[in-house]
């Protein structure tokens, strides 16, 4: 069982940047893939970024790509999305998943637990 806390979102100018923290429970956070994935109003869950266990691969949807980071440190348990250059469409509530596959997945059901969700708003 693993439980998830967003943490960092908020309000911000267009071309601004936020860092976006996921703290996991559990002693096994460091066997989990994880993702983080976005859902704004009227619109489905998009997949935005995903990290392998180990932290070695990364993968991004073109939408982020070149603006997003993400980075894992599995000594604290935790899950970071930086995100810079941030545009209005970024606009969403950001949710980070845990899947208990070691490799990435940028499928929601592939990800067996989810957090509560923290907002981004960005304005123009």
């Known amino acids: 069982q693993v439980q998830l806390v967003e943490s960092g979102g908020g309000l911000v100018q267009a071309g601004g940047s936020l860092r976006l923290s996921c703290a996991a429970s559990?002693?096994?956070?460091?066997?989990?893939?994880m993702g983080w994935f976005r859902q704004a109003p009227r619109k489905e869950r998009e997949f935005v970024a995903a990290?392998?266990?180990?932290?070695?691969?990364?993968y991004y949807a073109d939408s982020v790509k070149g603006r997003f980071t993400i980075s894992r440190d599995n000594a604290k348990n935790t899950v970071y999305l930086q995100m810079n250059s941030l545009k209005p469409e970024d606009t969403a509530v950001y949710y980070c998943?845990?899947?208990?596959?070691?490799?990435?997945?940028?499928?929601?059901?592939?990800?067996?637990?989810w957090g509560q969700g923290t907002q981004v708003t960005v304005s123009s």
């Open positions: 998943a845990a899947t208990s596959t070691y490799i990435i997945s940028t499928m929601r059901a592939s990800y067996n637990y």
């Open positions: 559990g002693r096994t956070f460091s066997s989990y893939a």
């Open positions: 990290i392998s266990s180990s932290g070695g691969a990364t």
